[in-house]
Every structure is written in C-alpha cells, then in structure tokens.
DNA sequence: ACAAAATTTAAACAATTGATTAAAACAAAC
DNA sequence: GTTTGTTTTAATCAATTGTTTAAATTTTGT
C-alpha cells in the first residue's frame, strides 16, 4: 500500500531532522526515533538515506518555487507591493524556519542537479514583476541587484542571529522586535537604493 | 619541543579542512592527510580533535576581531571611508574563503561560548566609527541597522553563490565581475539608506 | 477461518572514525 | 657509544551508523 501513515510519519520526521541537521549529521535513527518508528522501515519505504533526503528536497525546491511565482505574478499588485509582500512572508517563513536557509546553502552548494530542477532563470525571467520593473526604466542589471539585495537584506539576519545578538548585544524578545521592523524598513530601503 | 614543525601543519591542514567541511565532517584522516603526517599524531599534539578546533576557532575569530577594530578606529579616515575600506577588504577575504561565513554561521549557532571570547558588543561600542556616526546624527537603532545591511550585502552574495548564479544565469566570469562591481556599489547604496 | 501478502520488529553486519597502544625510529645528553 | 627522552608509525580498539536479514505480527483477499 503506497503513501501508508508510516510513510508518511517518516517523510514529515526526516524532514524536520534534515533541516535541523543537514544531511551528514542527521542519522537514520534520528529520523526513526522522530517517526516514532522502526529504524528498518526507513529502508523499507526509502531504499536509502539518500533517496529520502532527495525526495524531501525536490519536493521543498517545487514548494518554494511556487509560492514565489504566486507572489511575483500577481496581477493585482504594483512591483513596490510584491516586494513589500515577499519581505513580510519570507521574513516570518523564516521566523518559523530559521534553519532553513543555513540549510538550502549547505546542501546546494556542491549539487547544481537538484536547483536546477526548479529552472531558477526561468522563474524571474518570465515574471510580472520583471515587466513591472521593466517599465519603470530598471536596466537588466539593477533588477538582478534588487533581488539580490532584498535576498540578502532579509535572510542574513535570520542566518546570522547568534552574530547579531552578540555585536549589538540583544536578547531573544530584542532580536524578534529587529525582525519585526525589518518587515517595514526593508521595501524602504530598497525604495531608496533603487528610487523606486 | 613545543611547537614544532610538524603541530603546524596539523594546525593549518586542520584550518582548512575544518572551514571546508564543518567541525562534524571533517574527519581526522583527512586532517593528517591533508597535514601529510600520520593520523596518532593529531592526538599526540592535540588531545582531541575538539580540542584542535577550538584553538584554531579561538585563533581565528581573535583574528577577526583585530581586523575588524583597525578598520573601524583608523583615525585616518571618514565614517563613509570605513564602510567602503570594510566592504572591499571583506569581499576580497571572502572571494578567497568563501567557506568561511557558513563556516563560521554553522559552528557558531549552538556555541556563544566561543563567540563572547571576542566580547563582540565592545567592538562596536567603542569604535570611532560609532562616535562619527553619532556626530552624524544617526540614532542607535540606525547604527546597527547600518552595520547589520552592510554585512547582509557583502555576505549573503558570497554564501548564497550557487542560488545568484542559477537565479540570475551567470557563469563563473560573471559571478566575478558581480563581485568586483558590489565593492563599489554597496557603499553606495548603504548612503542612499542612510542618508549619509 | 485460512492462506498469502504486507508491515513491523529485534538483531546483526559491515564500514567508518576518533582515539589508544606498543613498538620503532630518532634526537639529545652525558 | 650508551642511555634517556621524544617523535613517529602501524595496528588495533570501541563506538557509531547506514543497511540488511529473518522472524514475528498484522492486514488483506477469498
């Protein structure tokens, strides 16, 4: 029987475990004891550690890739509110997932296969928010540097919290209130780089 | 003998493979070989392999930290000076270490112990770049703000390398001349942020 | 209710890896 | 040149970990 409730358990649990971990370090008993489940019926749903890891993975990718397409396609908002909307949905995704990006880095640096599944050029290459920017006279260039910048304006703080905390010395309630204020400060920044 | 020939190639071999694979991936095999020396003698001049890494840490984030103070309190040179001087020496570092930052995210995410061995909120805190800012006007959230998106800028295109360069289609070459062009660019816009 | 198939379990295997050991090679002191 | 202490080596140990196996248990089809 295809798609059991163990099978399931086990693909919720790795995942969990593989975000936390990374591959290397996350151990099959790890995923087990998380399924609350025996260690062997992960060989028996997955062949491999390996073959788990990547099933996870291109389905996280094709995820990913479709809830920014949403964003970046809607026809109802201008190019300054896609951005306003991407930074305030990322931003708390990342709330929620702070292993998250520490983890897609690690894992695709050395692997070109699995980022090219999702076409990534494809992605904004065809977008509205392409023509948005089009149109209000953005060269080539300074549209990839926007999203690039607002990339990193919005993921290094999450990546590196315990440097932050340390250099500006905040605690757990003073990092959250920084990533609040981030969600409005972020498009205003990006307004002003790029005269938008 | 203490420091000998041979405990300084363990001690750089170490270097680079820890930065290359993390602290749990690196095994000590591959330090030795990498060292050219036989595997005992890492727990002959080391105790442990934990305890080689924590003194190369230590060693490295010192380091860092004087980097960073000779910058940031140059007598010579203007608030804006600084940050052009620090974007364009770090992104020359980290185009030759472009492990280190996830390194350095990765090891430091469990472990504040290692991090407050620098006491990093001093740094800052005493630097002349702080007391120009001040004389600018700027606040003490905008303080940080400022250094906070300079960092965002000058890593995140170094860590997130493979996702700029399948989002954005660029070849080696071009990753290069992208580097090259955010020395000159990120000051720039971290002006147009901050109304410097 | 029974047989066949699918699922689950405990145990074990084989490879990897950090660390140790005992002997060998080497250097230093006298 | 012998003794003593240091450094290096090869071999081994013990723990960890992905995977397999064979038996036990549960589910399914009739």
């Known amino acids: 029987m295809k798609n059991s409730e163990t099978e399931q358990k086990i693909k919720n649990a790795a995942s969990i475990v593989f975000k936390q971990k990374g591959f290397k370090e996350a151990r099959t008993r790890d995923i087990a004891e998380q399924a609350g489940v025996n260690l062997a019926l992960i060989n028996y749903y997955y062949k491999s550690k390996e073959a788990l890891f990547n099933e996870i993975m291109t389905e996280s990718i094709l995820t990913f890739k479709q809830s920014l397409c949403k964003y970046i396609n809607d026809e109802t908002t201008t190019a300054q509110e896609k951005i306003t909307i991407i930074v305030n949905n990322y931003l708390s995704l990342l709330q ?18 699995l980022l090219n599944k999702i076409k990534p050029e494809e992605v904004l290459k065809n977008s509205l928010l392409q023509k948005q920017l089009q149109e209000m006279g953005k060269t080539n260039e300074k549209k990839k540097n926007l999203i690039i910048n607002t990339m990193s304006l919005v993921v290094l703080p ?15 309630q003073e990092y959250l209130t920084f990533l609040e204020e981030r969600k409005t400060n972020i498009p205003i920044w990006i307004k002003s780089m790029f005269n938008l």
């Open 96 to 113: 929620q997932e702070p292993n998250l990006p520490i983890f897609l880095v690690k894992e695709l640096y050395n692997s070109s296969e």
């Open 158 to 172: 999450i990546i590196g919290k315990p440097i932050i905390q340390a250099f500006c010395s905040k605690n757990e």
